[in-house]
């Protein structure tokens, strides 16, 4: 059975461990965003943890991929948990509408441990995740996929998402081509 936790110090040795076995949270920074996050939490583990969930918006700018500093949206992550880490799930939105700035690729991005992928891990978490977008009032997210990730898809369509439209990347995560998804909540 998996369920998606609040990141605790409890879990953090198992979340770490994932991490130096070379795991990335981050889809788009990959490694760089591993480095980061293993020296955040050799600097001040509390303060990492407490990091991770900002739903206040209370948090420095956020850094995209080009360089370009945005302000934070209201948003937390939660780890995938089956006795272990077995992921990281998060979800970000702004306060009063369902729409996103053009920099946010979609309300919620997951990354499972490669070690438990197609376990059903990733469809799960994010049903999961659904229930908070619904309490936050949100009435649908949008998730964006590359075209060539039919894992990711299936993961969205088992939810309820369907596709919407294809569209390029803000510049500052290089304009790649993408899907978007819609799930109505």
Excluded: C
């Excluded at 990492?48 to 934070?72: C, M, N, Q």
């Amino acid at each position: 059975m998996i369920e998606i936790v609040r990141p605790a110090l409890e879990h953090l040795p198992s979340y770490k461990a994932a991490l130096e076995r070379g795991w990335s949270p981050d889809n788009v920074r990959l490694l760089e965003a591993t480095r980061e996050q293993l020296e955040a939490i050799e600097k001040d583990p509390i303060e990492f943890l407490a990091g991770l969930d900002d739903p206040e918006a209370k948090g420095s700018p956020i850094t995209l991929p080009d360089g370009t500093k945005v302000a934070r949206l209201p948003g937390f992550r939660r780890w995938i948990w089956d006795g272990e880490a077995a992921g990281s799930i998060g979800f970000r939105w702004q306060k009063g509408t369902s729409a996103l700035p053009s920099h946010v690729l979609g309300h919620i991005g997951y990354a499972v441990v490669p070690w438990k992928r197609n376990r059903g891990y990733a469809t799960e978490a994010l049903r999961l995740m659904l229930d908070e977008a619904r309490a936050v009032g949100l009435d649908h997210v949008e998730i964006t996929a590359k075209p060539g990730n039919p894992a990711s898809h299936k993961v969205i369509t088992a939810n309820g998402g369907r596709l919407i439209g294809r569209f390029f990347e803000d510049a500052a995560y290089g304009g790649a081509e993408s899907l978007k998804f819609r799930i109505d909540l």
